[in-house]
């Protein structure tokens, strides 16, 4: 019965270096969605993702962030070359197939990003 | 953009009273969605609620939505020490090309004393 798992839960970088955030979705749910939760501030969309399919990178900064679901595997949101601004929770969520936009997200408890 | 904005920023109540907490959005929806997270925990999804919906109830929560006046609110009625946690709303867009992804206010921070 797990839920949507990231991994790691804290992850500490310097600055320069590259950071991976790793996202399990929920059993049976295809749809995952990257979220990025600065101190005290809601969360802003970042990324939704389909197997193998980008279909909203509206939210992520044009350059340094990338996100992958395969086939096989976790999603992955990779930031290269981070700053210290990069700092955050970032969650990733995801919901059932077909279902359409009536739908909750379920969301893990996040990763989060501090950059020394 | 930030859609949905909370009001209050935080509030304090005693354990049995009841809390409100209010939503303001700017675009047309598709459904308007709340959730509560714990500190240092993911968010959990609460309720969903419909723009042709008026009115929602799911135990101890109670949710509004006034689509004339953009805005929502979230009651919760005897409050306990446990319900202490932020509150935010989330709005899906209505308009074609969105495929889903929220937009989340800055939520409400609610503290419940026993």
């Known amino acids: 019965n797990a839920g949507v798992m990231q991994n790691p839960r804290h992850l500490v970088r310097r600055r320069g270096q590259e950071a991976r955030l790793r996202c399990s979705p929920m059993k049976g749910h295809s749809h995952v969605y990257w979220y990025r939760q600065l101190p005290e501030e809601g969360l802003k969309f970042m990324v939704y993702l389909q197997k193998e399919n980008i279909i909203d990178e509206s939210g992520m900064p044009k350059e340094r962030f990338s996100a992958e679901f395969p086939k096989e595997g976790p999603s992955i949101l990779r930031i290269q070359q981070v700053v210290r601004g990069d700092s955050a929770a970032y969650f990733c969520?995801?919901?059932?197939?077909?279902?359409?936009?009536?739908?909750?997200?379920?969301f893990g408890d996040g990763t989060r990003l501090s950059i020394l | 953009s930030q859609q949905g904005e909370e009001d209050p920023q935080a509030l304090s109540i005693q354990e049995g009273e009841n809390a409100t907490m209010n939503c303001s959005y700017k675009?047309?929806?598709?459904?308007l969605q709340w959730y509560r997270q714990n500190s240092g925990r993911g968010l959990v999804h609460l309720i969903l609620?419909?723009?042709?919906?008026r009115e929602k109830h799911s135990g101890r929560l109670r949710v509004t939505l006034d689509t004339s006046k953009k805005s929502s609110s979230l009651l919760i009625t005897a409050s306990r020490a446990a319900d202490t946690a932020s509150y935010f709303c989330a709005t899906a867009s209505d308009y074609g090309g969105s495929q889903g992804n929220l937009i989340f206010g800055k939520g409400t921070k609610l503290s419940v004393k026993p």
């Open positions: 609620i419909r723009s042709n919906e």
């Open positions: 675009t047309s929806i598709n459904n």
């Open positions: 969520a995801s919901s059932p197939t077909d279902r359409g936009v009536h739908q909750p997200q379920h």
